[in-house]
């Protein structure tokens, strides 16, 4: 049986853009879920099929092959892409799923999740951001005025230093994460990605908590700051100071 043109596998017409070739992917992938398809016998080489074509039609150079030759690109060692595509053959059964629906799940929830696979170190969580009510006179408002506030917030201990930890000794490596600041589990075709319960996403563990901050690194404090309060300013309007929110850890 000859093979079907890698366009029509995924519903596309010839000359699809990248991002109409993505698109195309993730929506078969969906369609073909065993899930959905425990009726179908025909589901798994269904899934073969649109693995097969979305190998070729992601790849430019192989694209361009395919464009030209058709599937005499990849066999008999015709243009660079001779050979299978894919290069590894394919899989039966779930494991041509799995591949698949793991490539749409990271490219849907990778950022979210960190990156997708791989990830990377914990980053630094962003300070909090303050807000702060100030009131003024009709005069006030009308002809502006420089006002100093005093806010309460927190900023980095002047003792650790914000590293939550006694003096001269070093937080160490969170065993469970791996210094992460997050673990995975694996259930089926899913991966789900969560906050470490051990170190509550730092990636670090203080063995020895700073007394100051009691091992937080930081601590409360008021901060005077001074704002610009300009002319003819009206009821509600809203005056940010970039930069002077809560420390971040």
Do not use: W
Not at 99 to 104: G, K, M
Not at 124 to 149: F, P
Not at 151 to 180: F, K
Not at 221 to 244: F, H, Q
């Amino acid at each position: 049986m000859s093979k079907r043109d890698y366009y029509e596998v995924l519903g596309l017409s010839k000359g699809a853009s990248a991002d109409e070739i993505k698109k195309a992917y993730r929506t078969k992938v969906k369609e073909l879920h065993p899930d959905r398809n425990a009726d179908n016998p025909e589901a798994e080489n269904q899934i073969k099929e649109v693995n097969e074509a979305y190998e070729v039609l992601k790849d430019a150079d192989k694209k361009a092959a395919y464009d030209r030759f058709g599937h005499a690109a990849f066999e008999g060692g015709m243009g660079s892409g001779a050979g299978r595509p894919g290069g590894g053959g394919f899989h039966g059964g779930n494991a041509d799923f799995a591949s698949a629906f793991s490539d749409v799940f990271d490219d849907l929830f990778g950022d979210f999740m960190g990156g997708g696979r791989g990830g990377g170190r914990q980053r630094a969580t962003r300070g909090a951001d303050l807000r702060y009510n100030l009131r003024v006179t009709l005069e006030e408002a009308y002809s502006g005025l420089q006002k100093t506030i005093n806010v309460p917030t927190s900023v980095q201990c002047g003792v650790c230093n914000g590293t939550g930890a006694e003096s001269g000794v070093e937080p160490t490596t969170c065993p469970t994460c791996s210094g992460m600041g997050k673990v995975r589990a694996t259930q089926g075709f899913f991966t789900v990605e969560r906050t470490c319960p051990t170190c509550s996403g730092v990636g670090q563990i203080v063995k020895n908590p700073c007394k100051s901050c009691s091992g937080s690194g930081r601590i409360e404090k008021d901060r005077a700051l001074s704002v610009n309060i300009p002319a003819g300013v009206e009821t509600g309007t809203r005056i940010r100071l970039s930069g002077e929110g809560e420390a971040g850890m």
